[in-house]
């Protein structure tokens, strides 16, 4: 019998790395290892009473229908007024998609947008998502360094650079884009005739600074522009799958064509959950917020003093953006000996495209055990430092 060939499409992927690891984590949790997780911001905190409340009643009444591709009326309903009140932008049903998470959003709408060969611009350091998802579209990413996100109307782009695709607030950094820093996105965007891919994944978790929608700045742009969301981070939902896009009906119509072939609708019960939850008036992101700003604060004056770790302290997001070229620029190392030693898993840098940097969660643990996370690292730098 012959050896099975896998396609050329998919020969040279890999599942992202930091989906590898957190699997890695748990076989090795399921094998009775105590280790500390803080590679995926998975928030510890319960999502909202009317989410769990909806999700229940719709198992115990029987009513886990197939909804329509793009998301249940209800529901589409609930993220039109909510996209009106809180992001200040006007939709009709026919603009929006719900997806299976914001990553799938994402997939669908470079997958509409781009031909194979074309090149999509990118903030670096990037999400890896974002470079595994062209890979498999083969398009090429053109990453712009954050630091150069002030003056990027000065960067020049070819005639295959057809999409702009950004976060924001920033993961891995946390930074929340000023006014002055959109609009020259904007401008960007306009003057290389790109279309925009926002996503705005983390726009409840904003500690400091004003978190802008960027197609609230310039309504002539929103036909060339998609907008995506996640309750994932704003409602502690990682497990639920649930996200949404809002764009032209021509672009929200194509990314439904394309989902209908591979997952159909979102899975109803996440949808009810999630129609409860914006239809509830509460202060649970309020509370969420609250929280894990007291982590962040009270963990970042700890990190502070470990002398080889610069990092500043993040405006939003549930992550600290650690740069450890001081102790060493192999982040990937690091990271494997700090599991190995200390029984800590935290995300090397390199999948972001900046080896020499780690991405620590800390939406994940109570405050008791980041700090105890900290004097591990603090402890784990000093014996590295002696083996180099």
Same mark, same amino acid.
């Given at each position: 019998?012959?050896?099975?060939?896998?396609?050329?499409?998919?020969?040279?992927?890999?599942?992202?790395?930091?989906?590898?690891?957190?699997?890695?984590?748990?076989?090795?949790?399921?094998?009775?290892?105590?280790?500390?997780?803080?590679?995926?911001?998975?928030?510890?905190? *319960?999502?909202?009473?009317?989410?769990?409340?909806?999700?229940?009643?719709?198992? @115990?009444?029987?009513?886990?229908?197939?909804?329509?591709?793009?998301?249940?009326?209800?529901?589409? /309903?609930?993220?039109?007024?909510?996209?009106?009140?809180?992001?200040?932008?006007?939709?009709?049903?026919?603009?929006?998609?719900? #997806?299976?998470?914001?990553?799938?959003?994402?997939?669908?709408?470079?997958?509409?947008? #781009?031909? *194979?060969? !074309?090149?999509?611009?990118?903030?670096? *350091?990037?999400?890896?998502?974002? @470079?595994?998802?062209?890979?498999?579209?083969?398009?090429? %990413?053109?990453?712009?360094?954050?630091?150069?996100?002030?003056?990027?109307?000065?960067?020049?782009?070819?005639?295959?650079?057809?999409?702009?695709?950004?976060?924001?607030?920033?993961?891995?950094?946390?930074?929340?884009?000023? /006014?002055?820093?959109?609009?020259?996105?904007?401008?960007?965007?306009?003057?290389?005739?790109?279309?925009?891919?926002?996503?705005?994944?983390?726009?409840?978790?904003?500690?400091?600074?004003?978190?802008?929608?960027?197609?609230?700045?310039?309504?002539?742009?929103?036909?060339?522009?998609?907008?995506?969301?996640?309750?994932?981070?704003?409602?502690?939902?990682?497990?639920?799958?649930?996200?949404?896009?809002?764009?032209?009906?021509?672009?929200?119509?194509?990314?439904?064509?394309?989902?209908?072939?591979? #997952?159909?609708?979102? %899975?109803?019960?996440?949808?009810?959950?999630?129609?409860?939850?914006?239809?509830?008036?509460?202060?649970?992101?309020?509370?969420?917020? !609250?929280?894990?700003?007291?982590?962040?604060?009270?963990?970042?004056?700890?990190?502070?003093?470990?002398?080889?770790?610069?990092?500043?302290?993040?405006?939003?997001? %549930?992550?600290?953006?650690?740069?450890?070229?001081?102790?060493?620029?192999?982040?990937?190392?690091?990271?494997?000996?700090?599991?190995?030693?200390?029984?800590?898993?935290?995300?090397?840098?390199?999948?972001?495209? @900046?080896?020499?940097?780690?991405?620590?969660?800390?939406?994940?643990? %109570?405050?008791?055990?980041?700090? !105890?996370?900290?004097?591990?690292?603090?402890?784990?730098?000093?014996?590295?430092?002696?083996?180099?």
């Amino acid at each position: 019998m012959k050896t099975t060939q896998l396609s050329d499409r998919v020969s040279s992927w890999l599942i992202l790395p930091n989906a590898a690891l957190h699997g890695k984590i748990l076989e090795m949790q399921n094998a009775g290892e105590e280790i500390i997780d803080l590679i995926i911001g998975i928030s510890n905190l *319960p999502i909202p009473d009317a989410g769990k409340k909806a999700a229940i009643a719709a198992i @115990t009444e029987n009513n886990t229908p197939y909804t329509a591709v793009s998301g249940d009326s209800e529901l589409k /309903r609930a993220i039109q007024q909510k996209l009106k009140k809180q992001n200040n932008r006007k939709s009709e049903l026919e603009n929006i998609i719900v #997806t299976t998470g914001a990553k799938q959003a994402i997939f669908q709408a470079l997958y509409v947008l #781009t031909n *194979p060969g !074309d090149k999509v611009a990118i903030i670096k *350091p990037y999400w890896p998502a974002f @470079t595994q998802i062209m890979k498999m579209l083969k398009i090429e %990413p053109l990453p712009i360094d954050i630091d150069d996100v002030a003056s990027i109307e000065k960067i020049i782009v070819d005639a295959k650079t057809k999409v702009l695709l950004f976060d924001s607030p920033h993961n891995p950094s946390g930074k929340v884009f000023t /006014r002055q820093e959109l609009l020259a996105i904007l401008s960007f965007a306009k003057k290389n005739n790109l279309f925009i891919i926002a996503d705005e994944s983390y726009e409840k978790l904003v500690y400091e600074g004003e978190q802008i929608s960027l197609a609230t700045l310039d309504k002539s742009m929103q036909d060339n522009m998609l907008t995506i969301f996640s309750v994932s981070q704003s409602y502690s939902m990682m497990g639920w799958r649930l996200g949404y896009a809002v764009g032209n009906e021509k672009i929200i119509s194509a990314m439904e064509a394309v989902q209908s072939a591979i #997952t159909a609708a979102t %899975p109803y019960i996440s949808q009810a959950a999630v129609t409860a939850i914006l239809n509830t008036n509460d202060t649970y992101v309020k509370n969420l917020v !609250d929280e894990f700003k007291h982590r962040r604060d009270s963990v970042y004056k700890q990190l502070k003093k470990i002398d080889w770790i610069d990092l500043e302290l993040p405006a939003s997001g %549930p992550y600290f953006w650690c740069n450890i070229k001081k102790l060493t620029p192999n982040s990937m190392e690091f990271s494997q000996k700090l599991l190995e030693e200390q029984k800590v898993a935290v995300m090397p840098g390199d999948p972001f495209g @900046t080896p020499g940097w780690i991405r620590i969660a800390f939406n994940s643990q %109570p405050i008791s055990v980041l700090e !105890d996370v900290v004097r591990r690292v603090a402890h784990f730098g000093k014996t590295y430092e002696k083996k180099k």
